[in-house]
């Protein structure tokens, strides 16, 4: 078990995004979340990187307790992360996205001053031609296409150190010829010994790619299961359909 | 010398004020800090330089704490609006400047108040003195090299990128396992020190400071040349500054009345700022937008 979230509950004023939630993600293994929009995966994504604070619930990393840790702490731990609207440093380079994800001495002031250190050019074009991102390095993030942008994105969670990749809609707006090399992508790194966790509305995406799917509906997992489960169960075909409280009879 | 007497005391300027507009790019332009309380970094560095160095001290130590203590103002300033963004944060900063700047006419027991700091003395170097106005110009041009070669590395340097990702994203730079709260603490004490640098070298050269020059209208100057040459661009901000402290002394030649001469320059000041932000929005060699 790399991830453990236990209980937890988020209200945004009188939204319940998250209504008691639990999973737990294993280790070495690709999860995959599904659900309808606006179940609560983007948020249960925020709060598990320490973007948004829960009202209540606990989470583990690791084994150990994370859930008073800062965002840059977690991550610090080894969980890398994309988000599902892209967010990159406009005013930025390819080369300095990615010298960026990958530095662990930046942050030092006194030593960068005198002898500030070039990124490894050699894994910067490893992570490119991985992601199949086709773009000179010296690009700016303002001047890439969504889809390309999306690509950085990743390009960057896994150039960043990390044990567990948490991906928000990795192929949405992404090309169907380059949906195949992702997920092509994703089965290398998992080869490899990385845990993932990834939330994605195309079903044929995920069906054949993921280990273990949990199902959300209005803030909470109503199924879960092996992808060939998933499939066949009537409850998760009603909450896709909308009758979501059928959905949570299922529990 | 080649130059006149007039122009040798406008390059001294010149160079005083890249220092200090230098270091306000690098928390406005390059870490995305809208820190309107520069000028209060400026006056601290200045009056604790001048009462350093009447109370004896070596020049050089009194200017390097005035920096420091000029940039433990910039470590509270970023304490105090730590949680603020924005408008909130540049009316928290800008409050800061106006306490500052009553705190140097209040504390009279320190600061006398508005009768200023009279005899402050030049600088003195390993038993040089910087006598002349010549030898002043070569010694804050050193300084001026100095400090701009210090912070042009930081900005070129992989921490200086991570001050830009910072400006850009901050919740994404923290995703990336970049602590962004340390980053806004070292780029405000740095861009402090700097500027309480240049309020040193000022004191010490006008031999005579009050908090006039430390108010609202220096604030304006510096922002102004900031904006025209550019966010995150030092260059930029060193030819903005030649610009805007050059150009208005030539109005000098033309022989206006002393009346009318202080507004005639700020009225060229507002042109210069409205004629670039209408031709050049991001600024002479800006490449970031104004948010
Ligand atoms: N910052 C916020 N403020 C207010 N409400 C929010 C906020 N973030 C999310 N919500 C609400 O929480 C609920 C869950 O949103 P969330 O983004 O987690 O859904 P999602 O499952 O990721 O949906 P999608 O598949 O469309 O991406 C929604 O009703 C949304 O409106
Ligand atoms: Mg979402």
Same mark, same amino acid.
């Given at each position: 078990?790399?991830?453990?979230?236990?209980?937890?509950?988020?209200?945004?004023?009188?939204?319940?995004?998250?209504d008691?939630?639990?999973?737990?993600?294993?280790?070495?293994?690709?999860?995959?979340?599904?659900?309808?929009?606006?179940?609560?995966?983007?948020?249960?994504?925020?709060?598990?990187?320490?973007?948004?604070?829960?009202?209540?619930?606990?989470?583990?990393?690791?084994?150990?307790?994370?859930?008073?840790?800062?965002?840059?702490?977690?991550?610090?731990?080894?969980?890398?992360r994309?988000?599902?609207?892209?967010?990159?440093?406009?005013?930025?380079?390819i080369?300095?996205?990615?010298?960026?994800?990958m530095?662990?001495?930046?942050?030092?002031?006194?030593?960068?001053?005198?002898?500030?250190?070039?990124?490894?050019?050699?894994?910067?074009k490893?992570v490119?031609?991985?992601?199949?991102?086709?773009?000179?390095?010296?690009?700016y993030?303002?001047?890439?296409?969504?889809?390309?942008?999306?690509?950085?994105?990743?390009?960057?969670?896994?150039?960043?150190?990390?044990?567990?990749?948490?991906?928000?809609?990795?192929?949405?707006?992404?090309?169907?010829?380059?949906r195949d090399?992702?997920?092509?992508?994703?089965?290398?790194?998992?080869?490899r010994?990385?845990?993932?966790?990834?939330?994605?509305?195309?079903?044929?995406f995920?069906?054949?790619?993921?280990?273990?799917?949990?199902?959300?509906?209005?803030?909470?997992?109503?199924?879960?299961?092996?992808?060939?489960?998933?499939?066949?169960?009537?409850?998760?075909?009603?909450?896709?359909?909308?009758?979501s409280?059928?959905?949570?009879?299922?529990l | 010398?080649?130059?006149s007497?007039y122009?040798?005391?406008?390059?001294?300027?010149i160079?005083?004020?890249?220092?200090?507009?230098?270091s306000?790019?690098?928390?406005l332009?390059?870490?995305?800090?809208?820190?309107?309380?520069?000028?209060?970094?400026?006056?601290?560095g200045?009056?604790?330089s001048?009462?350093?160095?009447?109370e004896?001290?070596?020049?050089?130590?009194?200017?390097?704490?005035?920096?420091?203590?000029?940039?433990?103002?910039?470590?509270?300033?970023?304490?105090?609006?730590?949680?603020?963004?924005?408008?909130?944060?540049?009316?928290?900063?800008?409050?800061?400047?106006?306490?500052?700047?009553?705190?140097?006419?209040?504390?009279?027991?320190?600061?006398?108040?508005?009768m200023?700091?009279?005899?402050?003395?030049?600088?003195?170097?390993?038993?040089?003195?910087?006598?002349?106005?010549?030898?002043?110009?070569?010694?804050?041009?050193?300084?001026?090299?100095?400090?701009?070669?210090?912070?042009?590395?930081?900005?070129k340097?992989?921490?200086?990128?991570?001050?830009?990702?910072?400006? /850009?994203?901050?919740?994404?730079?923290?995703?990336?396992?970049?602590?962004?709260?340390?980053?806004?603490?070292?780029?405000?004490?740095?861009?402090?020190?700097?500027?309480?640098i240049?309020?040193?070298?000022?004191?010490?050269?006008?031999?005579?400071?009050?908090?006039?020059?430390?108010?609202?209208?220096?604030?304006?100057?510096?922002?102004?040349?900031?904006?025209?040459?550019g966010?995150?661009?030092?260059?930029?901000?060193?030819?903005a500054?030649?610009?805007?402290?050059?150009?208005?002394?030539?109005?000098?030649t033309?022989?206006?009345?002393?009346s009318?001469?202080?507004?005639?320059?700020?009225?060229?000041?507002?042109?210069?700022?409205?004629?670039?932000?209408?031709?050049r929005?991001?600024?002479?060699?800006?490449?970031v /937008?104004?948010?």
């Amino acid at each position: 078990m790399i991830l453990s979230c236990k209980d937890i509950y988020k209200s945004f004023g009188g939204i319940k995004a998250i209504d008691g939630c639990s999973f737990t993600v294993a280790e070495k293994k690709i999860t995959g979340i599904i659900g309808p929009n606006g179940s609560g995966k983007t948020t249960m994504f925020n709060v598990i990187s320490k973007l948004i604070k829960p009202d209540s619930g606990t989470i583990e990393f690791k084994g150990q307790d994370v859930t008073g840790l800062k965002d840059y702490e977690l991550a610090k731990m080894g969980v890398s992360r994309t988000f599902q609207d892209v967010k990159l440093f406009q005013n930025l380079t390819i080369r300095e996205h990615l010298q960026i994800a990958m530095s662990d001495t930046d942050e030092k002031l006194l030593s960068n001053i005198f002898r500030g250190k070039e990124g490894d050019a050699q894994k910067i074009k490893e992570v490119m031609e991985l992601v199949g991102l086709d773009k000179p390095l010296d690009t700016y993030g303002n001047d890439l296409s969504y889809g390309q942008r999306k690509l950085l994105d990743l390009a960057i969670a896994i150039a960043k150190p990390h044990t567990l990749l948490m991906l928000d809609e990795p192929v949405a707006g992404v090309n169907p010829r380059l949906r195949d090399s992702i997920k092509d992508i994703l089965r290398e790194l998992n080869s490899r010994g990385e845990s993932i966790l990834l939330i994605e509305h195309d079903m044929n995406f995920v069906m054949d790619l993921v280990d273990h799917i949990f199902v959300m509906d209005a803030g909470k997992v109503i199924a879960e299961g092996a992808p060939e489960e998933i499939q066949n169960n009537p409850c998760v075909l009603e909450a896709y359909l909308g009758g979501s409280e059928e959905g949570t009879k299922c529990l | 010398m080649i130059i006149s007497a007039y122009q040798t005391h406008i390059f001294i300027l010149i160079f005083i004020y890249i220092i200090l507009a230098v270091s306000l790019n690098l928390a406005l332009g390059y870490t995305g800090l809208l820190n309107l309380g520069h000028v209060a970094f400026y006056g601290i560095g200045a009056y604790t330089s001048a009462l350093l160095a009447i109370e004896g001290m070596p020049y050089l130590a009194a200017m390097i704490i005035a920096g420091l203590f000029a940039s433990v103002f910039g470590y509270l300033l970023v304490t105090a609006t730590d949680r603020l963004k924005g408008d909130y944060l540049a009316m928290a900063t800008l409050g800061f400047s106006f306490v500052v700047y009553s705190l140097l006419l209040n504390l009279r027991e320190i600061t006398r108040g508005a009768m200023g700091i009279p005899g402050i003395p030049k600088p003195s170097i390993l038993g040089l003195t910087v006598r002349t106005n010549d030898q002043y110009l070569i010694f804050v041009l050193l300084i001026c090299a100095i400090s701009v070669f210090i912070m042009y590395r930081i900005v070129k340097s992989p921490f200086g990128k991570l001050l830009e990702a910072n400006r /850009d994203n901050a919740v994404c730079l923290r995703v990336l396992g970049k602590n962004t709260f340390g980053l806004k603490y070292k780029a405000m004490m740095i861009s402090a020190f700097f500027a309480g640098i240049s309020g040193s070298l000022y004191a010490h050269y006008i031999t005579f400071i009050d908090p006039t020059s430390f108010y609202i209208s220096e604030l304006i100057l510096i922002l102004t040349i900031v904006i025209v040459g550019g966010l995150a661009s030092i260059k930029g901000s060193i030819v903005a500054t030649a610009v805007i402290i050059y150009v208005p002394e030539i109005l000098r030649t033309l022989d206006l009345p002393s009346s009318v001469l202080g507004p005639v320059r700020q009225a060229l000041y507002a042109a210069i700022l409205i004629a670039i932000l209408m031709l050049r929005p991001r600024g002479i060699f800006g490449k970031v /937008d104004l948010e």
